[in-house]
């Protein structure tokens, strides 16, 4: 029994121990930063954003957020979650709180600011960083957050022309157009493939008509081309080349 008892014992002990170690759960944390002053936990959250710790920040930020919505940093509180969110990833927390923001914020002197982010959130939300890595185009994916991205930056430049981000909004439309355009295009091809002529030309003329300062123009057209060659629309298909011939001259079209 004694043997016994030395054996048990031991294990108990460390049980205890694991016990113990464990109790610093994220739970007991935050009723510690809960007895923080607002002051000291924002410090702590601006400190984190300037080192790079953006989960941290989001975290604390989060905290904050809930905790004093009414507080001396509130709107600030809000902003720099936003950017916490966006650096994150977590697209979904990021445009909640934005749209919360400018809800309640209308004539906030930052709403340009979140409106701004709205846009390089949802533009961010369109990248697949593994198929960037590796090289692979995959224009054919869903744009809907593209979109979304273009409408934001629009609405920034409608609302705020003199805004500090408007600049940078409009160069991000133009990247953003070229981005949509290229979908059609590439949803055209499949269409091609598929020998659905009709429905390529029309996503070719969609190109003309809504992109017709991007940089898949002449792609479209050489499709419009192609499709009215194959539907014997001969008419169409002379008026698709003299357009291909009088902006793009070098295109294999033409013969």
Do not use: W
């Not at 009723?31 to 959250?45: C, F, M, P, V, W």
């Not at 499949?190 to 996503?203: G, L, P, T």
């Not at 298909?237 to 011939?245: G, I, S, V, W």
């Amino acid at each position: 029994m004694i043997l016994k008892d030395l054996i048990v014992r031991p294990v108990v002990f460390l049980l205890i121990v694991t016990l113990f170690g464990c109790s610093s759960s994220p739970d007991d944390e935050e009723l510690l930063s809960a007895n923080r002053g607002q002051d000291s936990l924002y410090q702590e959250a601006k400190e984190s954003l300037l080192q790079g710790n953006f989960n941290v920040a989001s975290n604390i930020l989060s905290a904050l957020d809930s905790r004093y919505p009414f507080g001396p940093h509130s709107h600030q509180v809000q902003l720099d979650l936003i950017y916490a969110y966006y650096k994150v990833g977590k697209t979904d927390e990021s445009l909640a709180t934005i749209d919360r923001f400018v809800r309640l914020n209308p004539n906030h002197s930052d709403v340009d600011y979140a409106i701004y982010m709205r846009g390089l959130t949802n533009m961010d939300a369109d990248k697949n960083l593994f198929q960037e890595l590796v090289g692979i185009d995959r224009s054919d994916r869903d744009p809907s957050k593209s979109r979304e991205a273009f409408n934001d930056f629009r609405r920034l430049i409608n609302k705020f022309p003199d805004s500090k981000y408007a600049a940078d909004a409009k160069k991000r439309m133009v990247f953003i157009k070229n981005r949509l355009a290229k979908y059609e295009i590439e949803i055209a091809r499949f269409y091609m493939r598929r020998e659905a002529y009709v429905a390529a030309a029309n996503r070719g003329r969609y190109v003309l008509e809504y992109y017709p300062d991007s940089t898949q123009i002449q792609q479209a057209l050489e499709i419009m081309v192609e499709c009215y060659d194959q539907l014997d629309l001969n008419d169409l298909k002379d008026n698709a080349m003299k357009t291909l011939k009088l902006n793009f001259p070098e295109s294999s079209f033409i013969s």
